[in-house]
């Protein structure tokens, strides 16, 4: 049964989130985590009023492997970035074979994270505990346990049992055990109609558990 687990740690046990506060963009909020190269490489979006300086300064750190720009909308832009660290958190969830939904933050960082079963997330808890990553876990919550109107979390019947069915049957996992056309196939969906439940899906879990940790 796939779990949703939120936790915090502060930016002093996150070198990554360490640099960023330092260098005092208005905001910074990690999207999502994807391997390359055996390694993982997350995406943000920082909002910052001299984005050429803040770059400029991120690049300058010999824990920052690269920085990319990827897009703009006003001032804020979105960046891969791939730390020099062989361990870290992302390295982590990556390995647990768990998904990065959201995380924000500054002096403390707040995560939230889905994955397909408790194993799964004990494997996590156990590489935190391992490379003595101190996370203080705020909530660990089934998918299934919202109601059918989305519980405090905000989904549909529909986009919960989506989301439960591609986290169970591997889709987060990357690289993916299941298509879009399995997942439909089971949900008696188009996978169009499927990509649809889950992404809108994730886009309410983000929003709604990031209201309800406020």
């Given at each position: 049964?796939?779990?949703?687990?939120?936790?915090t740690?502060s930016?002093?046990?996150?070198?990554?989130?360490?640099?960023?506060?330092?260098?005092?963009p208005r905001?910074?909020?990690?999207k999502?985590?994807?391997?390359?190269?055996?390694?993982?490489?997350?995406?943000?979006?920082?909002?910052?009023?001299?984005?050429?300086r803040?770059?400029?300064?991120?690049?300058?750190?010999q824990?920052?492997?690269s920085?990319?720009?990827?897009?703009?909308?006003?001032?804020?832009?979105?960046?891969?970035?791939?730390?020099?660290?062989?361990?870290?958190?992302?390295?982590?969830?990556?390995?647990?074979?768990g998904?990065?939904l959201q995380a924000s933050?500054?002096?403390?960082?707040?995560?939230?994270?889905?994955f397909s079963?408790?194993?799964?997330?004990?494997?996590?808890?156990?590489?935190c505990?391992?490379?003595e990553?101190?996370?203080?876990?705020?909530?660990?919550?089934?998918?299934?346990?919202?109601?059918?109107?989305?519980?405090?979390?905000?989904?549909?019947?529909?986009?919960?049992?989506?989301?439960?069915?591609?986290?169970?049957?591997?889709?987060?996992?990357?690289?993916?055990?299941v298509?879009?056309?399995?997942?439909?196939?089971?949900?008696?969906?188009?996978?169009?109609?499927?990509?649809?439940?889950?992404?809108?899906?994730?886009?309410?879990?983000?929003?709604?558990?990031?209201?309800?940790?406020?």
């Amino acid at each position: 049964m796939s779990v949703l687990a939120e936790f915090t740690l502060s930016s002093e046990e996150f070198h990554f989130g360490e640099v960023l506060s330092r260098n005092f963009p208005r905001h910074v909020e990690l999207k999502q985590v994807v391997p390359i190269e055996r390694g993982a490489t997350p995406y943000f979006w920082a909002e910052d009023d001299d984005s050429a300086r803040f770059e400029e300064t991120l690049r300058g750190y010999q824990c920052i492997k690269s920085l990319k720009r990827i897009d703009q909308i006003g001032d804020h832009v979105l960046y891969r970035i791939q730390s020099s660290e062989e361990t870290n958190i992302f390295t982590g969830i990556l390995e647990s074979d768990g998904i990065l939904l959201q995380a924000s933050g500054d002096t403390t960082w707040k995560l939230q994270t889905l994955f397909s079963n408790r194993n799964e997330l004990k494997n996590f808890f156990d590489f935190c505990t391992d490379n003595e990553i101190g996370i203080q876990v705020k909530r660990v919550v089934p998918l299934s346990d919202t109601d059918e109107d989305g519980g405090d979390f905000g989904l549909t019947s529909k986009q919960r049992k989506a989301l439960a069915v591609a986290a169970d049957h591997g889709y987060f996992k990357s690289p993916s055990d299941v298509t879009l056309d399995d997942i439909g196939n089971e949900l008696g969906v188009s996978s169009q109609a499927c990509s649809k439940r889950i992404r809108r899906g994730v886009e309410k879990l983000v929003t709604n558990a990031l209201e309800t940790t406020k």
